[in-house]
């Protein structure tokens, strides 16, 4: 039998996210029916039992673990840090212990970071946790990934050039084992293509990249690179990361309003609005990247998948599905080979 | 006789922007036909001459100002302010001189920008020069004008506190005259919606700007605010704005990428996108930033604005209305008192 027909064992955090416990609950249903995936269900019991209740029965995979308390969306990280009885504390401990291999939270973003950083641990040589997201792109000749990834995606709102470099291993390493592109490349969000362009941080950072042999460096890229996929991976700091990643989100809802507007100008455009309504509303499903399925923590020892905030149960079953995939391919062990690779480029 | 009846006269760099001499000059042209707006077309006479002796004759408000050098694209703006013989350095000159009440160019945005500031001077209490832009949002019921502003766009790729504050001040001044909105609402990107979300920078930035009686801040907005219109004016430092910006030009090609991938997938979807061909074609203009005509360079004595590099002729017409536009409501005017407002707020 070789590891890949191993079934993997996933924690979910049952009570994260806005349609916790429901969405948890319903997607590892889901998960424990159609896969040999074992999903370990933390939360309250009584709630979580409330749903299953309320469904048929679950398949042989699914098990409820209990914990009586849960982090609120906005309450503050370091408070969160204190609790042991959280849902997603004792999913960590779930994960840290071997009981499961990867982990999947919709809950609230900076906790999520924090505890995992400090209950799973850091890889060797990683001075910073980063947290990578998906997004899509125009079609990419060389890459059959419909998505790209950008790191840091707001993890690291401050930072210094050698974490960027940090974040293009962490982003490569993924890249490779989840969009199988065997050497992804690389870009610096900047305001200009050329090296000289951007402030101190993005000066240096663009230096140590392109010395950085391990890496498929292809210069910086603009804000209008990141949509059409230019490359394969987006560097940048945590803050840019987050303002682009929240604003691809609501394009798809700007294009497609104005698109109203416009199309009721000509009785024809009238006509064929409503010929491919169902098209428009399959093409605003591939723009909400809420329904990918999640955005990796990295530069941990252990998968951990962050779902989105308002994740579905459809999209948290994607996330639990993608955890399972990063552990069975070894995205640690490629992770953990990446940066080896740019220490020994270091001086 | 009103002020607002005495034509307007417009400095217009002919040598900046990817297609010039040919699209400022036919820009011009079309301007002198059609508006009473006079234009002084600064730039290599034979070069001009060639253009406009392919046309019909021009309106009587045209007139060349020979300039023998042009400005690169990428040309490093201290090298160009050398330069007192290039078409910027010209028409600036008309302007700093009472000859042109406005300018606009399409070329090197960092050596108009410095340019300006050093040949134009800036308004009473402006530590820094910044570079506005429009850009098309979902449709806002308390503003008519399809645009919202951000500020700034570029010019400035490290801020302190203080500046985000007078570039809230001067992108209210602009939506005020320009976009007609009587109290434009000011948001401050940043990862949340939270005054404790940021760095120190932008946690700073929240607190001057929520203190502030003269701007209607409307606290911190995020990345998915930004395309649905939430605020009149984005304030952010210039790396953050100019990423959007650029992000913000090429979603529209990628939302009508990936709909030609959804639509194809059924016959009703392919008549029906077919019917719409002429309205999506209309939608990627309305999404085309590069026509709207142009973004304002703020906090100056005198008015500047900025087309993009890559305008047609049509974006080009629209920036040299929007400068008389901008000339004739008192733009500068309107600035100084927004200026003053918030220096009297200060310690």
């Not at 969160?80 to 401990?93: F, I, M, V, W």
Request: with cysteine; glycine share 12%.
């Amino acid at each position: 039998m070789t590891t890949g027909a191993r079934p993997r064992r996933i924690a979910v955090d049952a009570m994260g996210g806005d349609h916790a416990p429901e969405a948890p609950v319903l997607a590892a249903l889901a998960v424990s029916r159609s896969t040999d995936i074992e999903v370990l269900l933390c939360g309250d019991e009584a709630s979580i039992g409330e749903v299953l209740g309320r469904t048929g029965p679950p398949g042989g995979g699914l098990r409820v673990i209990h914990a009586p308390t849960r982090i609120a969306a906005e309450e503050d990280p370091r408070r969160a840090l204190e609790r042991r009885d959280s849902s997603l504390a004792r999913a960590l401990q779930a994960v840290a212990t071997g009981e499961a291999e990867g982990l999947v939270s919709a809950g609230n973003t900076g906790a999520l970071v924090l505890l995992a950083a400090t209950r799973l641990g850091r890889l060797p040589g990683v001075a910073r946790v980063a947290l990578g997201a998906v997004y899509p792109t125009r079609p990419r000749p060389h890459n059959p990934d419909p998505f790209a990834l950008i790191v840091d995606a707001g993890a690291n709102l401050s930072c210094r050039p050698e974490h960027l470099v940090e974040f293009a291993a962490l982003g490569s390493a993924y890249a490779r084992v989840v969009s199988r592109v065997d050497r992804p490349t690389v870009g610096l969000l900047n305001v200009g293509e050329e090296p000289e362009k951007g402030d101190a941080l993005l000066r240096e950072a663009h230096r140590l990249l392109r010395a950085e042999p391990s890496l498929a460096f292809a210069g910086n890229v603009e804000g209008r690179h990141v949509p059409l996929g230019a490359v394969d991976v987006v560097v940048c700091p945590g803050i840019l990361g987050n303002v682009v990643l929240k604003l691809l989100e609501s394009v798809g809802e700007l294009v497609l309003g104005l698109g109203e507007e416009v199309f009721r100008q000509r009785p024809a455009w009238r006509l064929g609005q409503r010929l491919l309504a169902g098209g428009l509303r399959r093409l605003s499903r591939v723009m909400d990247y809420r329904s990918y399925g999640g955005a990796p923590v990295l530069g941990l020892e252990r998968v951990v998948i962050k779902a989105h905030g308002r994740s579905s149960s459809h999209a948290l079953e994607n996330a639990i599905k993608l955890a399972a995939k990063a552990v069975r391919d070894d995205l640690i062990g490629a992770t953990s080979c990446a940066l080896a690779a740019i220490r020994r480029g270091q001086p």
